[in-house]
């Protein structure tokens, strides 16, 4: 059976805080760590009131403390944000402190709106330009210890000297996402929840470009996905009108707290809101365990993914630690 895993963005629901999100984290990260999951992920967004996750090496340390066989890690660090010096040292640090149970995820997006990126980026030189891969050639050389005689940074050293950079995770959800992290050696991660591009032609693009490196011998790849799961198809429907309306806010710059279902069910959607929900719909999967399993099983089987990463935006933290519940029983 398919390892599975999580993704978790810390969702802020409406009458709950963010404080509240990042403890609901680490108890799900604890349930994670007892049903079985492979690694659990957290994310790196900025200004946005329904996620809370903006910092994830502090959470990463966090949840390996609480937990004990995990791996976590990054879903991703947004490397346009940092100086790749600083992503080595936090994440060396983080292996040291538990060693082999660490992921380093990079993205490629900054996370967040312009003016956001302005702030967390202006001390830095902004370019127009995309600069990841110059950033993550700067972040192998670091590891690697390449820059010659004469250059800067030849004697620089990313500390602790003595442990390796975790495993390296490049995050997509393009064409040209898939084919760079297999240029570059990375294990691959496609983010099929919130995607336009085809989750099965992203995985094949990536092992056709694949290309052995320090740290992946051979391609990996992990299909992610949304998923809402429930005892019975009804109530599985009844907590994701919460997603739905999500979707709709989001669409209209309206990054706000998620609606309980209620709230939700009761929201007058106009034609196009209910067309952007129809739309999403195609990239959730929302049921029973055994609707849930159904449809994810083409989606499996067309990407031939390694693993199977789940993320759950519902309202309620009891029914989204029980829709991982019955995940872990389907994948058992």
């Known amino acids: 059976m398919i390892p599975i895993s999580v993704l978790d963005l810390s969702p802020v629901s409406a009458g709950s805080t963010a404080t509240q999100a990042l403890r609901n984290t680490l108890d799900l990260a604890q349930l994670a760590d007892r049903l079985g999951y492979v690694r659990y992920w957290v994310a ?12 994830p090496d502090i959470m990463i340390g966090q949840i390996c403390a609480a937990t004990t066989r995990i791996r976590a890690g990054s879903g991703g660090v947004m490397l346009p ?17 538990f060693p082999g149970r660490i992921d380093l995820g990079l993205g490629r997006a900054p996370g967040t709106d312009q003016a956001t990126s302005y702030a967390l980026r202006r001390r ?8 990841f ?23 620089v050293q990313a500390m602790p000297s003595d442990v390796p950079l975790p495993p390296i995770f490049l995050l997509g959800s393009s064409d040209y996402s898939a084919q760079l992290s297999g240029q570059i050696g990375a294990a691959f991660s ?14 094949s693009i990536y092992r056709d470009n694949f290309k052995p490196s320090p740290s992946h011998a051979k391609p990996y790849a992990i299909l992610a996905t949304h998923v809402v799961c429930a005892d019975t198809d009804a109530e599985a429907e009844r907590l994701a009108a919460t997603v739905d309306l999500n979707i709709v806010r989001r669409a209209k710059g309206e990054m706000l707290p998620l609606a309980s279902p209620e709230d939700a069910l009761a929201f007058d959607y106009t034609p196009v809101d209910r067309a952007r929900i129809a739309q999403n719909r195609t990239k959730l999967s929302v049921g029973s365990p055994a609707t849930v399993k159904a449809k994810l099983a083409p989606l499996l089987a067309a990407t031939k993914a390694d693993e199977l990463m789940v993320t759950t935006m519902i309202f309620d933290h009891a029914d989204r630690k029980h829709s991982y519940e019955l995940l872990a029983n389907i994948f058992a």
């Open 44 to 55: 790196e967004h900025h200004n946005m009131p329904a996620i809370a996750s903006s910092a």
């Open 81 to 97: 944000n940092h100086a790749p010096l600083m992503v080595a040292e936090r994440f060396k640090v983080l292996e040291a402190l």
């Open 124 to 131: 830095q030189g902004i370019s127009e330009e995309d600069d």
């Open 133 to 155: 891969l110059d950033r993550f050639n700067e972040l192998m050389l670091l590891e690697s210890r390449g820059y010659p005689a004469g250059h800067p940074f030849h004697n």
């Open 190 to 203: 496609f983010a099929h929840h919130f995607a336009t591009f085809d989750a099965a032609a992203a995985m």
